[in-house]
T-cell receptor, first 113, second 116 residues
Framework: GDSVTQMEGPVTLSEEAFLTINCTYT??????LFWYVQYPGEGLQLLLK?????DKGSNKGFEATYRKETTSFHLEKGSVQVSDSAVYFC????????????FGTGTRLQVTL | GAVVSQHPSRVICKSGTSVKIECRSL??????MFWYRQFPKQSLMLMAT?????????EQGVEKDKFLINHASLTLSTLTVTSAHPEDSSFYIC????????????FGPGTRLTVL
């Protein structure tokens, strides 16, 4: 079945550091890929998405590129802020209209001054 | 907009009792609602999908009689954990679709269930 593997956290960075959170997936067909973010005490929110190979999703300074050849969707940000401290989940669906999301285990990011 | 609430946020109960968790879409009508379970340091696992007025579709391995889902209206779904046991202790999260796109799921903040 489909699966998503994320790097284990927590990841601790100083403010303005470069962030990479690795995500790889296993799926049949042509899945859609997502990053969700969960701030403390809140529900998961969609951060960005990509629906086909070589697409780049971006939002709030975060980017991720759908790499079919390496089955990866790594999340990057050039300069993190304290307010980016949260748990980040990589996820996939079989297609943009499929009803099921498969999540990774989540990676906690802690940004310090 | 697109806010989903859950109640209660935390619940502690004795083994053998039943617990009901509510999930509400506050400012939109949800075409579909989803229930997830999350164990510590593990991913969210989809338990069931429900549409208003119809029976829920459960994922393989999820006991229908144990986890009762009622989707009574376009803004409310409930999950009842029946005859709860300590192994049912977990973090339960609901989400709701405003549209038919899977990524347009709006998540509630979750409910921490502890069964003594």
């Amino acid at each position: 079945g489909d699966s998503v593997t994320q790097m284990e956290g927590p990841v601790t960075l100083s403010e303005e550091a470069f962030l990479t959170i690795n995500c790889t997936y296993t799926a049949t067909g042509y899945p859609s890929l997502f990053w969700y973010v969960q701030y403390p005490g809140e529900g998961l929110q969609l951060l960005l998405k990509a629906t086909k190979a070589d697409d780049k999703g971006s939002n709030k300074g975060f980017e991720a590129t759908y790499r079919k050849e390496t089955t990866s969707f790594h999340l990057e940000k050039g300069s993190v802020q304290v307010s980016d401290s949260a748990v980040y989940f990589c996820a996939l669906s079989e297609s943009p209209t499929a009803s099921k999301l498969t999540f990774g285990t989540g990676t906690r990011l802690q940004v310090t001054l | 907009g697109a806010v989903v609430s859950q109640h209660p946020s935390r619940v502690i109960c004795k083994s053998g009792t039943s617990v009901k968790i509510e999930c509400r879409s506050l400012d939109f009508q949800a075409t579909t609602m989803f229930w997830y379970r999350q164990f510590p340091k593990q991913s969210l696992m989809l338990m069931a999908t429900s549409n208003e007025g119809s029976k829920a579709t459960y994922e393989q391995g999820v006991e229908k009689d144990k986890f009762l889902i009622n989707h009574a209206s376009l803004t409310l779904s409930t999950l009842t954990v029946t005859s709860a046991h300590p192994e049912d202790s977990s973090f339960y999260i609901c989400s709701a679709n405003r549209d038919y796109l899977v990524h347009e799921q709006f998540f509630g903040p979750g409910t921490r269930l502890t069964v003594l």
